[in-house]
């Protein structure tokens, strides 16, 4: 089973007639722009896959990075096999590495300037 947003912001589930062609099930709830488009990604997607991630490091990158290349290529209508750099300047993105990258020194960074002697309720 496929779910999908609408412009409506409703949850609901794709029947099989509409996966063959996006366009024809988009067209009945309105469009979303590319920027709209990655709003929701941003505020929706992306922080159930940077959870954790100064945890995890970068093990998961590269399933990360996969998530984010397919939803731009399927926000531009082409085909699975455009190659990934152009697809990220159409849209004006950075890779989701970065945020990964950038959690992990975070959590290093805080560790090390960490007091050694605190209170057990100033735990992370």
């Known amino acids: ?5 609408t412009s409506s912001l409703s949850w609901s589930s794709a029947p099989s007639k ?3 062609r996006k366009e024809a099930y988009q067209r009945p709830f309105g469009y979303f722009s590319v920027v709209d488009s990655f709003k929701i990604f941003n505020s929706m997607v992306k922080p159930i896959l940077c959870y954790a991630s100064h945890i995890w490091g970068y093990e998961y ?3 990360i990075e996969s998530i984010h ?3 731009g290529k399927s926000i531009l209508y082409v085909r699975k096999t455009t190659n ?5 300047e159409e849209c004006g993105r950075l890779p989701l590495c970065t945020t990964y990258y950038i959690n ?3 959590y ?3 560790s090390l300037t960490m007091s050694l002697h605190r209170h057990p309720k100033q735990c992370i």
Do not use: P
């Open 61 to 63: 990158v590269d399933t």
């Open 69 to 71: 290349n397919k939803f």
């Open 84 to 88: 990934t750099c152009m697809v990220r």
């Open 108 to 110: 290093l960074c805080n």
């Open 18 to 20: 509409y996966l063959r």
């Open 104 to 106: 992990c020194i975070r």
């Open 1 to 5: 089973m496929v779910i999908l947003l």
